[in-house]
């Protein structure tokens, strides 16, 4: 596609089910990165994907946030037993690598009720 | 190491008047820098990016932005607001391959 996309748009949970976000990549971005922003506030970096390499997760606040990455195609970011403090933006971001600019996707809503 | 600090969590001029949003990071390595825009219920769309080329770097709608390297900093101007302009501002900085580093936003309003 012509932009980096993410589904779903939005979504609604109960606390402590698990939800899994999706993010389909700019065709030939080799890296790509998961954020999240809570309400009033910046983003904050999560996960970073290039290529082949083992991902860099240091962002990740807890054991319930995974993502994984096959090649360059698409992304999942998994939220396992979500907590209400986990509402926010989920924002995905692709480039050619290095510090390139990041191209956004639209994000996913996330709220835990 | 990186952070960004920017000042002023709202900012609030009048159609044409003149736009400053104030942006100072830190970085243990030349640094890339950027400003996008998040217009409400979108994504981020890039402004304007530093790459230690040109220290004056003019972006889209007419912004530009100036690195400071003695000051740290990389302030946002538009020398005229629009009604238009109005959206969340975000200063970035990267200065390896790993995410961007990002401040908390400016809430920028622009009044009739």
């Known amino acids: 596609g012509a932009g980096v996309s993410q589904s779903p748009s939005n979504k609604v949970t109960e606390k402590g089910k698990d939800v899994e976000l999706r993010c389909d990549p700019i065709s030939g971005h080799t890296a790509l990165y998961w954020y999240r922003q809570r309400l009033g506030q910046g983003l904050e970096f999560l996960i970073y994907?290039?290529?082949?390499?083992?991902?860099?997760k240091s962002g990740l606040p807890s054991d319930r946030f995974s993502a994984e990455r096959t090649g360059e195609s698409v992304s999942t970011l998994t939220i396992q037993r979500t907590q209400q403090e986990d509402s926010a933006v989920y924002l995905c971001a692709t480039n050619s690598g290095g510090a390139e600019t990041q191209y956004f996707g639209p994000g996913t809503r996330l709220l835990v009720l | 190491a990186q952070s960004v600090t920017q000042l002023g969590s709202h900012v609030s001029v009048s159609e044409g008047a003149l736009v400053l949003l104030r942006c100072n990071y830190s970085?243990?390595?030349?640094?890339?820098l950027f400003w996008y825009v998040q217009y409400p219920n979108q994504g981020l769309q890039l402004l304007l990016k530093y790459t230690s080329a040109a220290t004056l770097v003019k972006g889209i709608n007419g912004f530009e932005a100036e690195f400071k390297k003695s000051e740290t900093s990389f302030h946002l101007t538009k020398p005229s607001a629009h009604m238009s302009d109005a959206a969340e501002y975000f200063c970035?900085?990267?200065?390896?391959?790993?995410?961007?580093?990002f401040g908390k936003g400016t809430h920028l309003i622009i009044q009739p």
């Open positions: 970085s243990s390595v030349p640094p890339y």
């Open positions: 994907f290039q290529g082949n390499s083992a991902p860099d």
């Open positions: 970035a900085v990267s200065g390896s391959a790993d995410g961007l580093t």
